[in-house]
């Protein structure tokens, strides 16, 4: 399959497009993609509305939440308290390359980051495990990353978990995600031509 991520921005305005597929182009066995938009500021990113839609055989959903200063709106019409920092699905890559670009300290092995993390039936803390140091060949080079993986375990019915390799030498933007929707199915995203404006990997 295959997937790209756009990033959007204009002044204090973003948005950040997500999407795979698995499969044939003409005859795809799943498509996923989830959108976030918002505002910059002094603590990284803050969405405002997430997009998501997702198609498997003949089957498909879609799904939206939008976010207020102190309250989240979920799918199902639902108002649960939000905290500072949350992120949706689409924007937690960013905010977490956002904190490790300005705070590195946090991307050191036995580290543990919490991203507050809006899902679709509620909003809660995610911890994130700085876990190892790897060099992965990529298509253009290889290169150094820290691996950083969810506590949570992903399992049938459950939410889906994403482990996530950070670059330093690439601006710290994440090069590989694993997605697990449980043991057995999963997305691995590997990044495919280094980044234009990144450094030289070191």
Partial sequence: GSA???WIRVGTRYQVHLEAIVGAPFAPLLVRRVSSEGELG??????RRFEGEQRVAFRSRRWAMSFEPERVRLPDGRE???ALGVQDEASLFVQLTWLFTTQPQLLRVGRTVEVPLALPRRVEPWQYDVVGEETLQMPFAEVPTMHVKPRRIAKPGGDMTAEIWFAPGLQYLPVRILIHQDAQTYIDLTLQRAPQQAAAPR
């Fill in 4 to 6: 790209t991520v756009e």
């Fill in 42 to 47: 002094d603590n990284g990113l803050t969405p």
């Fill in 80 to 82: 649960v308290p939000s």
